[in-house]
């Protein structure tokens, strides 16, 4: 079951990447993480998600971070960060996952989603959507709609 939804994630990283790939008004930054090393990713044109590999735990709330901080540091008025989840955090709380999104949502104006692969034992994020299952058509529709909203309402920040 492992294997199988860190290949979804990757999956969907890659449709992410695709799906924004060309267009001038965003920029797409992907990384994958274990409890103690933050990997890059890539870009929308050099998206290496599929050749991330599972193992050594995962800090979420780390790599949240460090997404955040590479985001604040962009010009764009709008800004996105997806986490795609395979499971709970494992080199930290849920609740100081939580409160991090909290925090990078309501004070920092930063929209956080989480994108989760499989079920959760605590959904962390402000957003969240499940891409499980066998209906993927559907919660990709779900996903697309949930981040058009939410980029409509930080534009006016």
């Not at 890659?14 to 933050?38: E, N, P, Q, Y």
């Not at 764009?76 to 100081?96: F, I, K, Q, W, Y």
């Not at 919660?139 to 930080?154: H, K, P």
């Amino acid at each position: 079951m492992a294997g199988e939804r860190i290949e979804r994630a990757k999956l969907f990283a890659t449709l992410i990447a695709l799906a924004v790939r060309g267009l001038s008004s965003v920029d797409a930054r992907f990384f994958g993480f274990t409890g103690d090393t933050i990997y890059d990713a890539g870009d929308a044109h050099r998206c290496a998600a599929h050749a991330l590999e599972p193992g050594g735990g995962n800090n979420d709330a780390a790599a949240l971070w460090h997404a955040a901080s590479l985001a604040l540091r962009s010009p764009r008025r709008s800004r996105l960060l997806v986490m795609v989840s395979d499971g709970s955090p494992t080199e930290c709380t849920v609740a100081a996952l939580k409160a991090l999104a909290l925090r990078l949502t309501r004070r920092m104006g930063i929209a956080c989603v989480q994108a989760a692969v499989a079920p959760l034992d605590a959904i962390a994020f402000p957003h969240h959507v499940a891409i499980e299952g066998d209906d993927l058509a559907t919660a990709t529709r779900r996903f697309g709609g949930l981040v058009a909203r939410l980029l409509r309402s930080t534009a006016g920040r």
